[in-house]
């Protein structure tokens, strides 16, 4: 793979990408489990052997993003040993698991005698859009690699050097493996108009996944003319109900909004029942506050507790991803389900009761892609769902929906075996 | 529902429409099995019951294609009592199949005790824009009733007054199910604006799904904003091994090409066995032509067969929809498979083979929503695949891929199950 644009043809380059992916795509398919076990085992060894070369690149990509950048920006882009280890564990995780392909999905006969499967299949050639943070480059290429697709990799800028070794350590680790090392490729150039041509060029990519910021999301769904697995905003709720116990809706809203607050599954807005909100919301917000959490509430939640400021109508619809929480007060559950269905973004919303009846009526009427009884919204993560890994949590209603990690990355086929049947 | 839209407020009438769809869509979630399956048989009495009122609402429209229209054109119009009865009797398969929503696709427990399970849900609100055929209105609406979602039907100008009484009849029998009558709403006019509306407006519908021929598929792929499940053109294959029992593959293609040539499941080429072709082709050949079959060979094809047209290049990649085939000789597997997948259209591709190993190397390797050994390619049918009947064969590559049926018209959710589990 060149490392520059051929200067002026990034068509070609584009298009001489796509026909190398297309030829990868068809090998991969075909692949057995342990050679694309082999080559993700291979590519963390790689990365932990190359960790003084990895370090290096990175150096260069934290310069340039501290020359035009901020502190939470630059932090995203650096890596360290930890974080590299980390990256490596991922790829042996995601080597460890089942493989996709070939799972018998569904089987019967038909009375004709017609046996029909549905088998999980790859979906072919997948183009992954991000930004900013090295790390996805390895969770996308592995991810893509065990579900038998070719990744097209179009990293953010601001981790271009560090991208560029870690994609070599997986094109190595596949092509000894005996697979066709263009299963990873990586756009070999910062010029924007590559993510247009991506998008827009019929059967260069099966399926377009962005990962990043609103912004780049929107343009993504705005300008692809391919399928898209879309991963909006997570305005996460959580709702005590009035039967919550106590202890229990402390730690989970704690640990829902301040984990870590940057995260999409981090709780955004908490609505509590107006029957339980003097009884259990001063003891909330006051352990919110001492974690330096800014509360902004209803008027009710402003006369409960005085030190919350005024929330304003914009609140209920805004992804913080900070120390921010909004707060409301409502009449009980179908309030609770009717404000996360209006003002969520399908993502991830919680109850905490110890009414069974209550939480099934929410894990049935909330209209997301991932709901919870007790526990915090923060488990909305591949990881934490058993999935080794994830390119991201889809919030479109079709599948896949949810975390996507390597089963999300297949599609189906049918498969009909006869011994000679016509149609009457 | 409005007979007209209101005079110049197309917007305001589709608006509206949206949201009693979306309205409708909500309680249609949590509808017990037992009220869609009476909602369904419901229907299906209705439309037996008004037999008289559809044939005369289907005279008008065929007054109308007969003024403007070809002869097969006016057929697809055409109603009389056994088309109606095949209507009646589609809705009571699908109210017998088993309830598509609140399926557990998967469930597992993990080390921290979350309980997490993959549950079928519905996709929403389903816009469905469908070209002639009355029978489809039945159908989608049907389909989409099944699935717990509401369905705005935007059917042909050509059946519009015989869509407006099986609308009716859905609409009545949903109703007096105890369900939303506006889990089936039709757009009341014939301006075609409207399915700009449809695809274009955000939160209007979930899913488009286009059924008809392939300029109204590809205007809706060009303009749609939101998730469309494509149905694009059947180019189907057979592909006659030289390991082919002789009076199978005679009975299979003749069966495949003539059954129904207009159908998406015919098929439009025929590969065949260098090897075999001399003691195999001639017979296939004679039986096509006895029934009336165009045949157009490459230059082999001719010279073993001298009735064959020369077939031109453009002829490899075009779905006749008539009695015409095209005939390739191949120098084995790989050549018929890397033909297909690069001519075909990712639909439904067949072998005929004694040769159990050719035969699995066939069905993992050619790329279509639906792959056959040993049966004929117009199995490729929602209802032969035992699914009651279908709104169309999917050939996109993401979920839902080939036949939709009622299913294929649920997406997921993940419901997990805690006692108080926060995130370290």
């Known amino acids: 793979m060149p490392d520059q644009a051929r200067e002026g043809d990034l068509a070609a380059t584009m298009r001489d990408i796509g026909v190398r992916a297309r030829r990868a795509a068809a090998l991969l398919a075909e692949a057995p489990a342990s050679a694309k076990a082999a080559a993700l085992h291979g590519a963390a060894r790689k990365i932990r052997e190359r960790i003084a070369a990895l370090l290096a690149a990175n150096a260069k990509d934290v310069a340039a993003a501290e020359a035009a950048g901020t502190g939470a920006f630059v932090d995203r882009v650096r890596l360290d040993p930890k974080r590299i280890e980390a990256i490596a564990a991922g790829l042996d995780d995601v080597a460890a698991l089942p493989d996709p392909v070939g799972r018998e999905l569904a089987r019967w006969p038909r009375p004709n005698g017609l046996d029909i499967a549905r088998v999980a299949v790859p ?10 943070r090295p790390n996805v480059t390895a969770d996308a290429g592995g991810l893509s690699i065990k579900a038998g697709n070719a990744a097209i990799l179009r990293g953010g800028s601001e981790s271009f050097e560090s991208s560029a070794v870690l994609v070599e350590a997986l094109r190595d680790a596949v092509a000894e493996a005996g697979l066709p090392a263009d299963a990873v490729q990586r756009v070999p150039t910062r010029d924007r108009e ?19 910021g609103k912004s780049l999301i929107e343009r993504v769904m705005r300008e692809a003319r391919v399928p898209v697995i879309a991963h909006l905003e997570g305005l996460c709720t959580t709702y005590v109900h009035e039967a919550a116990d106590p202890a229990m809706a402390r730690a989970i809203v704690h640990n829902a909004k301040m984990r870590r607050v940057s995260v999409c599954g981090a709780t955004e807005t908490l609505l509590i029942d107006r029957a339980a909100a003097a009884r259990l919301l001063p003891a909330i917000l006051d352990d919110l506050a001492a974690s330096g959490c800014e509360v902004r509430g209803d008027s009710f ?11 304003s109508e914009q609140d209920w619809s805004t992804e913080f991803l900070d120390a921010i929480i909004a707060v409301k007060l409502v009449d009980g ?6 404000h996360i269905n209006r003002h969520g973004s399908h993502h991830t919303d919680a109850i905490v009761t110890s009414d ?13 892609a991932i709901v919870l009884h007790n526990a915090s919204t923060q488990f909305a993560d591949g990881a934490e769902f058993g999935f080794g890994a994830e390119i991201g949590i889809s919030t479109q209603r079709l599948p896949p929906r949810g975390p996507v990690g390597a089963e999300q990355l297949t599609t189906y086929k049918y498969v009909v075996r006869g011994a000679g049947q016509i149609r009457p």
Do not use: M, N
């Open 123 to 132: 979906f072919g050639v997948i183009g992954i859009v991000y930004e900013a």
């Open 194 to 212: 590559a993510v247009g041509i991506l998008l827009s060029t019929p059967g260069l990519c099966d399926v377009v996944v962005p990962r990043g």
């Open 301 to 311: 939640v402003v006369a409960l507790w005085p030190r919350a400021k005024p929330a």
């Open 333 to 338: 559950l179908d309030q609770a389900i009717a």
């Open 356 to 368: 069974a009846h209550a939480a099934e009526a929410f894990l049935a009427r909330v209209d997301s």
